[in-house]
């Protein structure tokens, strides 16, 4: 409400009108044809559908289409990050049995594969920058808690302005060392956020575990925000591949962009990994995991028969007619901006979906389910829309599920996605302050006419 102070509720409720209609005529959407008059491309995107490139980067390529003779062409999906392949690092990890999310932060911040003395020297750094400053969690976390871990995280960042004694430095050496930090740190502030969360708001017993230093980040967040600390191996290492799959993304995706914007303006990084963190809490972005397992209830609800295609697709029909679920006619975790054919982290976490399904027979109906939707609703939108672009599963449409069969609660779903992707922004932060050096700064049509100005006794 506004005037929250204001000692008469009916006066405010009053104001809040008059002003909510005032607003009515003046905040109206611009129409699409409105947009192409003045050759304007919405959301950074052309008609085609590719992104208006908006600078350069060399720490994550996102491939899912080529352009020849102007023609877009779907391909496979590919993610590399400093050249190399997401699928042969998460492989690599995996045939050794070893956590690579670490070897991916060094990767992404320092531009370079670590040998295996430089990798120990890194993951031990992580490990002892992992305590919060004294006094933190108390005053930061605890006495001011959050009903939402993504707030909870992005005012924790922001806190830790004041705890860094030289926080403006934009040298290359203390930016890296402030990456670090927020590396380590972040599944710290996320998991005593969502301690907090659950005995303020869902009256639980408040249980704090203390980081551990010789601990991979995947084995340390589990230890975290489990209150007998206890975990397998096996859960460990899929959460590391949850956290290597997440860790980048392209400088276009909102996030990475956001974090690149905020440091064009030669600003702290506290104040650049707040801005991204904002960004990633929207459902349109990073939330959108949570997204897909409030729409994949609603599914498991209202459809008798799981197993039955038509009566599956039936159900997908009513939801992009905008008759089911949230009204906006959206199948969330399906299709892309940029992936056509594939995405490949959703190829990864699918495989890793089916694994652990098949370890817990209770999710083998419901990971079927997912199946499902994936096959079916690019049939059902051809149907619908008419429109037969490719149209493949993203990788929010298993992450959730892959969390809740870890059983990791959902309201930490999306502040994962973020203790993984800040070694991106880190890494995008650097290369826009010390590689651009200019102040992101576009330009946006004025589609007005001026107005000469009105006295206010001629009004």
């Known amino acids: 409400m506004l005037y929250r102070n204001t000692s008469n509720t009916e006066e405010t409720e009053d104001l809040e009108k008059y002003f909510q209609k005032k607003a009515e005529g003046v905040y109206l959407p611009f129409s699409n044809d409105t947009f192409k008059k003045f050759d304007v491309k919405r959301g950074l995107r052309n008609d085609d559908g590719t992104g208006v490139t908006a600078g350069l980067t060399s720490v994550g390529s996102v491939k899912g289409y080529i352009m020849k003779d102007g023609v877009k062409t779907p391909v496979e999906g590919e993610l590399r990050y400093r050249g190399y392949s997401l699928a042969d690092i998460v492989k690599s ?16 911040l320092l531009g370079q594969l670590p040998n295996k003395e430089s990798l120990e020297k890194f993951s031990a750094l992580i490990g002892k920058m992992r305590p919060l400053p004294d006094g933190f ?19 924790s960042v922001l806190a830790s302005y004041s705890y860094d004694p030289n926080p403006d430095d934009i040298s290359p050496s203390n930016l890296i060392r402030q990456s670090v930090e ?10 005593y956020g969502y301690e907090a969360k659950k005995h303020y708001y869902d009256g639980k017993s408040l249980i704090l575990h203390r980081p551990q230093e010789n601990l991979s980040t995947a084995e340390n967040l589990l230890y975290m925000i489990r209150p007998d600390n206890k975990y397998t191996k096996e859960e460990a290492e899929m959460l590391d591949v949850m956290l290597m799959i997440h860790a980048e993304h392209g400088g276009g995706n909102n996030s990475a962009f956001t974090a690149r914007v905020v440091s064009s303006s030669g600003t702290d990084t506290y104040s650049a990994i707040a801005a ?3 960004s990633l809490k929207g459902p349109r972005h990073g939330g959108a995991n949570a997204k897909v397992m409030a729409m994949m209830a609603n ?10 295609r038509d009566e599956v697709a039936q159900y997908i ?8 679920f949230d009204g906006s006619g959206l199948v969330y975790g399906m299709g892309h901006a940029i992936y056509t054919l594939s995405d490949p982290r959703a190829v990864l976490l699918k495989e890793k979906a089916q694994l652990l399904a098949e370890r817990n027979p209770e999710f083998l109906k419901e990971y079927r389910l997912y199946n499902l939707i994936e096959e079916l609703t690019p049939e059902v939108f051809l149907k619908i829309k008419g429109s037969n672009k490719p149209m493949c599963a993203n990788v929010d449409l298993y992450a959730g599920f892959v969390y809740k069969m870890l059983g990791i609660p959902e309201p930490m779903y999306t502040p994962l996605f973020a203790i993984s992707r800040v070694v991106g922004w880190c890494a995008h932060r650097l290369e826009e302050v010390l590689g651009c050096s200019r102040i992101i700064r576009p330009a946006y049509k004025w589609i007005i006419t001026n107005k000469d100005y009105v006295d206010l006794n001629d009004r």
């Open 93 to 108: 990890c995996e045939n050794d049995r070893r956590f690579g999310f670490e070897e991916v932060a060094y990767l992404l």
């Open 317 to 324: 029909e009513k939801i992009l007619r905008k008759e089911a």
């Open 276 to 278: 991204a963190i904002g």
């Open 299 to 308: 599914i498991e609800e209202n459809v008798d028969n799981w197993e039955d």
């Open 182 to 191: 927020l590396i380590a740190r972040l599944p710290v502030m996320a998991a």
């Open 137 to 155: 969690a108390e005053d930061m976390i605890l006495k001011a808690p959050s009903g939402n871990i993504m707030n909870k995280l992005a005012r």
